[in-house]
């Protein structure tokens, strides 16, 4: 296996859908890469698939080893750009160093993965049995990895290809849970003489909702609602609120549709550009392109009631964002957060999208509660689901002594063993399986989860040749 045929795999995923929920055609993708090959292929009722390849000759005592990638991916595009992921390949360039989306998300979150186990299934390298198992839907709740039924595979070592950064190897994640809260509102006659506007925040970089929620970016809609806020001594009507996307993406675009007295409508537009001006400092770093922006629109319905539109305005204000705590045992690892995900107005209906994260269960369940007292308070329904374990590091490790140790006979070094604060299926499958013995690993990734998404292809060729060499040589 060669890092060029890991690409060539990879390329032809991208132009297959696999959109979370929707991973049908990846999924025959992969049967019918077993059936070419007379590999063996077990698919459940859930849609998760194993694919598994005999020992080669002479490494019929060696332990089965189980790689694993999940099947869906995160579909992001930029606003206003005219993409179908269910129907289209994903477009991305080679440049630089890099494979790279510039309006989308490219899948290399987890399609590296894919990729990474079909050229394995498909080289001649003399190695015990493999079994690849390609989970569904890890994106939107790890569905895949919840419905797993013991004996879908045998092997007790697993090596997860879902991680970010050449170099590192984790042994450890985050638990996750997401709350989801909404407010049924009522709606008032527009003013006589107002006029009808679009305040947009947009051009923040996003990113994974784990990985990148210390980095300090911009969330659209919690500066949105910050800047309404602040306009509440206005006399203005509210129609609705919309942005962001995903549960685990940071909210890169948001908008609201506002109604003013028309002769207030230039002060309005004023105050959007100097609150863009004041975005463009405190975000000039972390997110060097936002900017907000006031225009003329048509809107048809009625506005909120105002009592209720000052209720949502405030309650979505309040409602926390962010790293919450560190880890006191591990410098630089995020143990707590939140993510002020999305905002959509349905109707009369206002829906908030939250996702919480921590490596500690009873902090994770305390960061779920808090969320749900800011909306309390505004009087919303509030619903938590999709929770997830978190998975404990083992230092102990079999295979991590196994990889550390290939690592640094190929590159002279060792690599970081860490703990990730996104959250992998691992500590799902440890739940189910108390015997796994696991690492994560994978090539460096950037911009995951949003549009723009990367993949350094200098990295790729470590990786491959990292799998390759712990491949080879376990036992």
Not at 340 to 362: M, P, Y
């Amino acid at each position: 296996m060669d890092s060029a045929t890991v690409l060539k795999f990879f390329q032809e995923i991208t132009n297959i859908p696999r959109e979370s929920g929707h991973e049908g055609p990846i999924t025959a993708y992969l049967q019918e890469f077993a059936a070419k090959r007379g590999l063996a292929c077990k698919t459940d009722k859930t849609g998760n698939v194993v694919i598994a390849k005999p020992a080669s000759p002479g490494k019929e005592n060696v332990p089965t080893l189980v790689l694993q990638a999940h099947q869906d991916m995160v579909c992001e595009k930029k606003a206003g750009f005219g993409f179908d992921f269910l129907t289209q390949p994903i477009p991305y360039e080679i440049e630089d160093g890099w494979m790279v989306a510039k309006n989308t998300t490219l899948g290399a979150d987890d399609g590296i993965g894919i990729a990474a186990c079909l050229a394995l299934l498909d080289s001649q390298l003399p190695i015990g049995k493999l079994e690849c198992l390609f989970t569904i839907s890890e994106e939107t709740g790890m569905d895949g990895a919840f419905a797993l039924e013991p004996g879908f595979f045998e092997g007790s070592t697993l090596i997860n290809l879902d991680s970010e950064d050449e170099g590192q190897m984790f042994v450890g994640c985050a638990g996750g849970i997401d709350t989801t809260a909404t407010f049924e509102f009522h709606r008032e006659a527009l003013r006589k003489g107002y006029k009808t506007l679009k305040v947009c925040v947009a051009g923040s970089q996003g990113g994974h909702s784990g990985d990148d929620i210390d980095k300090g970016r911009c969330n659209a809609v919690r500066e949105l609602v910050r800047f309404l806020f602040t306009e509440l001594q206005y006399d203005f009507q509210l129609f609705s609120i919309e942005g962001g996307n995903k549960p685990n993406a940071i909210c890169r675009e948001a908008q609201a549709i506002l109604a003013v007295p028309a002769d207030e409508a230039e002060e309005m537009v004023a105050d959007v550009k100097a609150f863009s001006e004041l975005l463009a400092a405190e975000y000039a770093t972390s997110d060097p392109q936002v900017h907000a922006v006031c225009e003329p629109c048509t809107c048809e319905g009625n506005p909120i009631e105002e009592g209720d539109a000052s209720n949502l305005i405030a309650t979505l204000l309040a409602c926390p964002h962010g790293v919450e705590r560190m880890s006191a045992d591990i410098p630089g690892l995020v143990e707590t957060s939140t993510n002020l995900a999305a905002v959509h107005t349905e109707g009369d209906v206002l829906k908030v999208i939250t996702s919480q994260r921590s490596s500690v269960v009873s902090e994770l369940h305390a960061m779920a509660e808090r969320v749900e007292a800011a909306f309390f308070l505004g009087s919303f329904d509030v619903e938590h689901h999709g929770e997830y374990p978190g998975w404990k590091p083992n230092l102990q490790s079999h295979i991590l002594e196994v990889c550390v140790a290939s690592y640094k006979k190929l590159f002279g070094h060792e690599p970081e063993v860490k703990a990730i604060h996104a959250g992998l299926e691992c500590g799902l499958f440890l739940e189910k399986f108390p015997h796994l013995d696991m690492i994560s690993f994978g090539p460096t990734l950037r911009g995951v989860h949003a549009p723009g998404e990367k993949l350094e292809l200098a990295s790729l060729d470590k990786f491959v040749a990292h799998l390759n060499d712990v491949v080879l040589n376990f036992e």
